[in-house]
Protein backbone atom coordinates (compact mmCIF):
# COMPACT_ATOMS: atom_id res chain seq x y z
CA UNK A 1 0.00 0.00 0.00
CA UNK A 2 1.37 3.25 -1.17
CA UNK A 3 1.78 5.38 1.95
CA UNK A 4 4.04 8.45 3.38
CA UNK A 5 6.10 8.98 7.31
CA UNK A 6 5.17 11.55 10.06
CA UNK A 7 7.77 12.10 11.81
CA UNK A 8 7.49 13.83 15.40
CA UNK A 9 11.59 14.45 15.73
CA UNK A 10 11.51 15.60 19.80
CA UNK A 11 9.73 12.80 20.68
CA UNK A 12 11.00 10.31 18.39
CA UNK A 13 8.05 8.54 16.97
CA UNK A 14 7.70 7.69 13.34
CA UNK A 15 4.42 6.39 12.14
CA UNK A 16 3.24 5.09 9.01
CA UNK A 17 0.50 6.89 6.86
CA UNK A 18 -1.86 4.83 4.24
CA UNK A 19 -3.09 6.86 1.10
CA UNK A 20 -6.42 6.19 0.36
CA UNK A 21 -5.52 6.15 -3.15
CA UNK A 22 -9.31 5.07 -4.57
CA UNK A 23 -11.08 6.90 -2.32
CA UNK A 24 -9.23 10.15 -3.22
CA UNK A 25 -6.89 10.44 -5.79
CA UNK A 26 -6.72 14.12 -6.36
CA UNK A 27 -6.29 15.16 -2.94
CA UNK A 28 -3.58 12.27 -2.21
CA UNK A 29 -2.18 12.93 -5.90
CA UNK A 30 -1.80 16.42 -4.60
CA UNK A 31 -0.46 15.52 -1.30
CA UNK A 32 2.42 13.40 -2.79
CA UNK A 33 3.14 16.28 -5.48
CA UNK A 34 3.66 18.38 -2.15
CA UNK A 35 5.95 16.37 -1.04
CA UNK A 36 7.92 14.44 -3.55
CA UNK A 37 11.00 16.71 -3.92
CA UNK A 38 11.33 17.35 0.26
CA UNK A 39 9.73 16.85 3.32
CA UNK A 40 7.64 19.09 4.52
CA UNK A 41 8.48 20.71 7.75
CA UNK A 42 6.08 22.10 9.78
CA UNK A 43 4.26 22.00 13.73
CA UNK A 44 1.14 20.05 14.92
CA UNK A 45 -1.13 21.42 17.53
CA UNK A 46 -3.75 20.44 19.49
CA UNK A 47 -6.91 21.16 17.92
CA UNK A 48 -9.73 23.33 19.37
CA UNK A 49 -12.93 22.11 18.45
CA UNK A 50 -13.01 18.67 17.20
CA UNK A 51 -11.67 16.69 19.62
CA UNK A 52 -8.95 14.01 19.70
CA UNK A 53 -6.92 15.59 16.89
CA UNK A 54 -3.52 16.99 15.90
CA UNK A 55 -4.13 19.72 13.21
CA UNK A 56 -1.26 20.64 11.46
CA UNK A 57 -0.92 23.41 8.82
CA UNK A 58 0.90 22.68 5.35
CA UNK A 59 3.25 25.78 4.61
CA UNK A 60 2.13 25.75 1.04
CA UNK A 61 1.55 28.43 -1.28
CA UNK A 62 -1.77 29.07 -2.84
CA UNK A 63 -0.93 28.59 -6.33
CA UNK A 64 -2.78 27.64 -9.50
CA UNK A 65 -0.87 25.06 -9.98
CA UNK A 66 -1.44 23.87 -6.65
CA UNK A 67 -3.10 20.47 -6.22
CA UNK A 68 -4.44 21.29 -2.82
CA UNK A 69 -5.79 24.32 -3.53
CA UNK A 70 -9.58 24.12 -3.77
CA UNK A 71 -9.60 20.78 -3.56
CA UNK A 72 -12.40 18.75 -4.94
CA UNK A 73 -14.69 17.08 -2.21
CA UNK A 74 -13.33 13.64 -1.84
CA UNK A 75 -14.36 10.55 0.68
CA UNK A 76 -15.71 13.34 3.01
CA UNK A 77 -16.53 12.98 6.75
CA UNK A 78 -17.47 15.16 9.34
CA UNK A 79 -16.80 12.20 11.81
CA UNK A 80 -13.34 11.09 11.61
CA UNK A 81 -12.30 7.31 13.31
CA UNK A 82 -8.96 7.28 15.03
CA UNK A 83 -6.36 7.27 12.87
CA UNK A 84 -8.17 8.89 9.93
CA UNK A 85 -6.29 11.64 8.10
CA UNK A 86 -8.78 14.97 7.01
CA UNK A 87 -7.57 17.19 4.18
CA UNK A 88 -9.39 20.37 4.30
CA UNK A 89 -8.53 23.76 2.33
CA UNK A 90 -9.75 26.64 3.04
CA UNK A 91 -9.12 30.28 0.90
CA UNK A 92 -7.99 33.64 2.29
CA UNK A 93 -10.47 34.96 4.72
CA UNK A 94 -12.44 32.13 4.98
CA UNK A 95 -11.79 31.16 9.15
CA UNK A 96 -11.42 34.23 10.94
CA UNK A 97 -10.57 37.02 8.39
CA UNK A 98 -7.08 34.79 8.64
CA UNK A 99 -5.41 36.73 5.11
CA UNK A 100 -3.66 33.54 4.11
CA UNK A 101 -4.85 30.05 2.62
CA UNK A 102 -5.19 27.43 5.10
CA UNK A 103 -4.15 23.82 4.12
CA UNK A 104 -4.62 21.66 7.16
CA UNK A 105 -4.50 18.47 7.92
CA UNK A 106 -5.90 16.66 10.83
CA UNK A 107 -4.75 13.56 12.33
CA UNK A 108 -7.03 11.73 14.73
CA UNK A 109 -6.54 10.03 17.42
CA UNK A 110 -9.58 9.11 19.68
CA UNK A 111 -12.87 8.19 19.38
CA UNK A 112 -15.65 10.87 19.00
CA UNK A 113 -14.17 13.16 17.10
CA UNK A 114 -16.27 15.52 14.93
CA UNK A 115 -14.93 18.58 12.06
CA UNK A 116 -17.72 20.84 13.89
CA UNK A 117 -16.16 24.31 13.73
CA UNK A 118 -18.26 28.04 15.02
CA UNK A 119 -19.19 28.58 11.82
CA UNK A 120 -21.17 24.95 11.53
CA UNK A 121 -19.91 21.28 10.24
CA UNK A 122 -16.68 21.38 7.96
CA UNK A 123 -16.27 17.85 6.21
CA UNK A 124 -12.81 17.18 5.61
CA UNK A 125 -11.24 14.97 2.86
CA UNK A 126 -10.74 11.49 4.54
CA UNK A 127 -7.07 10.49 2.48
CA UNK A 128 -4.58 8.75 4.11
CA UNK A 129 -4.96 6.32 7.88
CA UNK A 130 -2.53 5.65 10.30
CA UNK A 131 -1.07 2.00 9.79
CA UNK A 132 -2.65 -0.48 12.10
CA UNK A 133 0.29 -1.13 13.73
CA UNK A 134 1.05 2.91 14.82
CA UNK A 135 -2.44 3.64 16.24
CA UNK A 136 -1.12 3.29 19.94
CA UNK A 137 1.68 5.48 18.87
CA UNK A 138 -0.54 8.28 17.33
CA UNK A 139 -2.51 8.23 20.19
CA UNK A 140 0.18 8.42 22.63
CA UNK A 141 1.68 11.67 20.20
CA UNK A 142 -1.53 12.95 20.41
CA UNK A 143 -1.83 12.96 24.34
CA UNK A 144 1.34 14.33 24.68
CA UNK A 145 0.31 17.30 22.19
CA UNK A 146 -2.74 17.22 24.02
CA UNK A 147 -0.84 17.96 28.04
CA UNK A 148 2.42 19.63 26.41
CA UNK A 149 1.58 21.83 23.37
CA UNK A 150 2.81 22.13 19.91
CA UNK A 151 5.07 19.79 18.50
CA UNK A 152 7.58 19.80 15.21
CA UNK A 153 6.12 17.58 12.87
CA UNK A 154 8.15 16.13 9.32
CA UNK A 155 5.72 14.73 6.38
CA UNK A 156 7.92 12.65 3.88
CA UNK A 157 7.77 10.22 1.57
CA UNK A 158 8.85 6.31 1.84
CA UNK A 159 12.14 5.46 0.32
Known amino acids: MKGFLIVFPDLDIEVKANLL ?4 PKTCEGFLEAIKDNPIKTSG ?6 GREISVQLPLD ?7 SNP ?3 NLT ?3 TPGDLLFTYMPKHAFGGIPVPIF ?5 YGRDARTFFPMGWLPGNRFATISHDDLDKIAEVGSHIHLNGQQNIIFKKIK
Open 62 to 68: DEPDNLL
Open 45 to 50: KHAMYT
Open 78 to 80: CFP
Open 21 to 24: LEQA
Open 104 to 108: DVGIF
Open 72 to 74: APE
